[in-house]
């Protein structure tokens, strides 16, 4: 019985091991799908913000022209809610004719082919409807995204004219038969592209209504606004009759005041000749007689109260000034003008496109809270990052974390107080690289003076900078040279002159050592003595040999030095000096520190010079507070570092910039070369010296040295 169970127990432990583990395979897939919807939230949240910040009212219809999302913009033109999600889109309430929206759109979704339209709302906006397939990534057809721009703006000045226009019938319909020749030239006016296009329209419109033979139009010089010519725009019936005008026009320009031409010019009003023959102002009244022209009506183009062109009609019969007529002249003259105001503001507005688009600078534009809505193709250029991916962000996308936070504080108080921030950053471009650019940050006013988004204007000045640290390293470049020629001009004189007294004091020693050595009783302490003083005067003619060996470039033997024992012998070597000056010594010297490679006599001057700079730092400090501090360590870049610090009155800011100059003290003994020397020492052996003022008292000097690679 019990071999029976056994066997049943196993099967049971087997089967919850399994289950164990299917559970644990079911919580890592519950887990990954976790992550999964968590980004996909993200990508949601992204796309919300996106959709929520535009201004432009957006419907994206499945296939079926179902709803399957909408901008908060396109609620003010469908009565939208988040329950009409998955409705068909004609079933919703809007604001203009969804059937025709829905034709289109199946139209589009047969075709593939965008759609684009003009319609108008109940509440009389005008919007510019567009309609384009909706694509997936895998290039299918999943529906249309329906987009409307408004237009009103643009629509107004059509309303305007069609306004003017009832006024004027309204004005002139009793008493003329002008009226549909004043709605055909508004309507002209108002369709033209440009200015010239209209002047074209309106000269064959009134000569083809009045059975006039001759139009013509003047317009300013370009390089002179005060001169009048033949701007080549006629409309001659039949042409080849009135060749003869055509060229004495060309030959003759108007001023203001200069016949008939120039009085309209001068006076902004429409003149009417029954007689050119009879009239000295006409110039080519000759002209115009021979060719059987005997009347001439004409009148300005006012544009901001000013003439821009001068439209003239002659005609074969003596007619009478027609008030009606000049009335419409005058009328059309102002249609005229404003389509010249407008083609120059549209113009203005392409040129100032053109200017920020293909601006070699980078451009954003931000709104109040810092938010990107603009940035131009200089910008994607420099930064790599694509213009959709900047939209919507705040321009910290770019920040390289190296600009103080004060700048950016003086940045923000500057721009929302009215004004203009300059200065520099160090910015990061989307692949990681650093680049430097001078930026010119603006506000954007409203017709009410309110501050409405920020202008920022970037030049990528990264070559400059790099030019500028090219230079400032020629300039360290050359000034090291300098300090080596002088150094090894004091060098060879600083060897000539020592090396024949240090031979002697050799040698003087010796003999005493020698002599003492032979007397009964002499006292050992004092042989001790003169063999030390041999050893230093041999070691100070062996640093004068290397230094002036090191100025002139000759090879020196490389060998492993460990600073610490380096920093051991130069205490040693002052040890006297150190305690007649009563100074404590305080030591904290890592152990384990890597040999570098370097001349152990070169390296011993350093720390030796900058130790008796401390000592001689402390003269005016009371005994009590005369504590010189030597550390060694690994610095966070992997240098070996020596750092000497005393507690003298420290290094004032006018000294600090050429304290390692050669001839400069701060001491009232003493030639100004120690530093200089151990700078060129350090920098020989490819490392780094400065100074800094403790926080407390005195001053810290660092000397940074290359570990050699394992």
């Not at 030095?561 to 040693?572: F, M, P, Q, T």
Request: charged share 25%.
């Amino acid at each position: 019985m019990n071999e029976e169970v056994i066997p049943v127990n196993e099967e049971r432990q087997s089967t919850s091991e399994e289950a164990a583990t299917s559970k644990e395979e079911l919580c890592e897939v519950n887990n990954q799908l976790h992550d999964k919807l968590q980004e996909l939230e993200a990508t949601n949240d992204d796309l919300a913000n996106l959709l929520s910040s535009t201004d432009i009212a957006t419907l994206f219809l499945d296939t079926a022209l179902r709803v399957k999302r909408y901008t908060p913009a396109a609620t003010r033109l469908v009565k939208l809610t988040p329950l009409d999600i998955g409705r068909p889109f004609g079933e919703i309430a809007q604001e203009f004719d969804a059937d025709e929206l829905v034709r289109d759109a199946h139209l589009v979704l047969r075709q593939l082919v965008p759609s684009e339209t003009e319609i108008s709302t109940a509440g009389g906006k005008w919007f510019l409807r567009r309609i384009l397939p909706y694509r997936t990534k895998d290039d299918r057809i999943n529906g249309v995204v329906v987009t409307f721009i408004d237009i009103t703006e643009s629509k107004w000045t059509g309303e305007q004219l069609r306004i003017l226009n009832e006024n004027l019938e309204q004005r002139v319909a009793a008493r003329t038969g002008y009226l549909t020749l004043l709605r055909d030239l508004a309507t002209i006016a108002n369709q033209a592209h440009t200015p010239e296009e209209a002047y074209q329209a309106i000269l064959d419109q009134v000569c083809r209504h009045m059975r006039w033979p001759v139009g013509h139009v003047c317009t300013p010089r370009c390089d002179d606004e005060g001169v009048f010519f033949d701007s080549g725009l006629w409309s001659l019936h039949p042409p080849e009759r009135f060749q003869d005008l055509l060229w004495a026009s060309r030959e003759v320009t108007f001023r203001s005041g200069q016949g008939v031409v120039g009085q309209v010019i001068a006076s902004g009003e429409p003149q009417w000749l029954t007689d050119v023959s009879a009239h000295e102002l006409c110039i080519r009244s000759k002209a115009a007689e021979n060719l059987g022209l005997t009347s001439v009506f004409l009148f300005p183009v006012l544009a901001d109260k000013r003439v821009v062109a001068v439209l003239e009609f002659f005609a074969t019969q003596a007619l009478a000034p027609d008030t009606a007529l000049i009335d419409v002249g005058a009328q059309v003259g102002a249609l005229l003008g404003r389509v010249y105001e407008r083609a120059r503001a549209e113009e203005r507005l392409r040129k100032l496109s053109e200017v920020v688009e293909q601006s070699p600078n980078a451009i954003i534009i931000t709104d109040r809270a810092g938010t990107m809505e603009y940035v131009n193709p200089a910008f994607t250029q420099i930064t790599g990052y694509g213009f959709g991916e900047a939209i919507g962000k705040n321009p910290r996308l770019i920040k390289g974390n190296e600009t103080p936070l004060p700048v950016y504080k003086d940045l923000w108080r500057t721009i929302t107080r009215g004004g203009t921030w300059h200065g520099e950053f160090h910015n990061r471009k989307k692949d990681g690289t650093m680049y430097w650019d001078y930026a010119a940050i603006t506000p954007i006013h409203d017709g009410t003076g309110k501050i409405t988004h920020f202008l920022g204007i970037q030049t990528d000045i990264t070559e400059r900078k790099e030019a500028e640290e090219r230079a400032r390293q020629r300039d360290s470049e050359l000034a090291h040279m300098a300090r080596l020629n002088t150094m090894g001009e004091m060098a060879s004189l600083l060897a000539h002159e020592l090396n024949q007294p240090l031979t002697a004091i050799v040698g003087y020693t010796n003999g005493a050592a020698r002599r003492l050595r032979t007397q009964p009783g002499t006292d050992p302490e004092l042989l001790q003595v003169l063999d030390r003083t041999v050893e230093v005067a041999k070691r100070a003619a062996e640093i004068v040999a290397g230094i002036r060996k090191f100025i002139r470039k000759e090879d020196k033997a490389l060998q492993a030095v460990h600073i610490n024992a380096v920093v051991r012998e130069v205490l040693d070597l002052l040890g006297t000096e150190v305690r007649r000056s009563g100074i404590s010594v305080e030591t904290d010297l890592a152990s384990g520190l890597p040999a570098v490679e370097g001349d152990t006599i070169q390296l011993e001057q350093v720390v030796l010079n900058l130790v008796r700079n401390g000592i001689d730092a402390m003269e005016a400090v009371p005994k009590r507070l005369r504590v010189l501090s030597l550390r060694t360590l690994i610095s966070r870049g992997g240098e070996l570092e020596i750092v000497v610090r005393d507690r003298g009155k420290g290094v004032s800011p006018e000294e600090a910039p050429r304290i390692f100059d050669a001839f400069v003290t701060t001491k009232s003994h003493g030639l100004g070369l120690g530093l200089s020397i151990s700078r060129t020492i350090v920098e020989a052996h490819g490392g780094r010296i400065w100074v800094e003022n403790d926080g407390e008292q005195g001053a810290v000097f660092h000397v940074a040295l290359p570990v050699p690679s394992a």
